[in-house]
């Protein structure tokens, strides 16, 4: 049988360990929040890469009609120099400055087909992150609401533990309560059983003296600690 002060500060450690627990899961949420409001912004951020690049290949596509645009103008003219000339050399110098741009136009229309390949494939990206996007957002909504009511019933719930904390103290006498919780703030669990003489939290082999006043259930006897690592130690019977 344990001792009443044993008792009692394994009905307090309980009730911290619950409050511990409670308030990490409490952390946790608003950095979940974090997290899926940055999937949100990346899913975004994707959406507006894509149609960056759809306006660029869209502004190319324009340059270069207007390019081939002036250049056919620029050919339609030395054709109709071409018919005024009466020279045989004008004439075939004309015949090749209009062949020169022939094969200009050529090659910018091949370039032209080029981007509105280019243009297609940008589009189906737009449309994709996009599809993503929307299909995500109800997901992401919900998640961060549902996030938000577990914040509030987590905080009510930690309210309880820690009346149920303050609660198991008040069982605890003073010196006890000061062992524990100098121990409580840096190692969790501060009270462990001895088995096999062994401590229960760091596993090490504890004294004689420590295992034999482990073994004390009278109250008001004094708090047995293990040799190594200080936690208060207890005999499991
Ligand atoms: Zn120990």
Not at 57 to 76: Q, Y
Not at 160 to 187: F, K, M, N
């Amino acid at each position: 049988m344990l001792s009443p002060v044993l008792e009692a500060l394994l009905i307090l450690q309980d009730r911290d360990t619950k409050r511990l627990g409670l308030e990490a899961q409490l952390k946790a949420v608003p950095e979940e929040i974090e997290r899926i409001r940055q999937t949100i912004a990346s899913e975004q951020t994707a959406i507006d890469a894509a149609r960056a690049e759809l306006h660029e290949f869209e502004s190319k596509k324009k340059l270069l009609e207007t390019e081939i645009g002036m250049v056919e103008s620029k050919l339609a003219k030395y054709r109709t120099d071409q018919l005024a000339v009466r020279k045989n050399d004008e004439y075939q110098a004309l015949g090749r400055e209009i062949e020169m741009m022939q094969g200009k136009i050529g090659e910018m229309e091949g370039g032209e087909l080029e981007i509105m390949y280019s243009i297609d494939a940008a589009k189906k990206k737009v449309a994709a992150a996009t599809a993503t996007a929307k299909a995500n957002i109800a997901g992401h909504e919900s998640r961060i609401q549902a996030l938000g009511e577990r914040e509030v019933g987590l905080k009510e719930e930690l309210k309880g533990a820690e009346q149920q904390v303050e609660a198991a103290r008040t069982a605890v006498a003073a010196p006890g309560l000061r062992i524990y919780d100098r121990l409580a703030v840096r190692t969790m669990p501060a009270v462990v059983p001895i088995r096999g003489g062994k401590c229960g939290g760091c596993h090490l082999k504890v004294s004689s003296d420590a295992d034999s006043a482990s073994r004390s259930n009278k109250a008001g006897a004094e708090l047995a600690v293990c040799d190594q690592c200080g936690r208060i130690v207890y005999w499991e019977s």
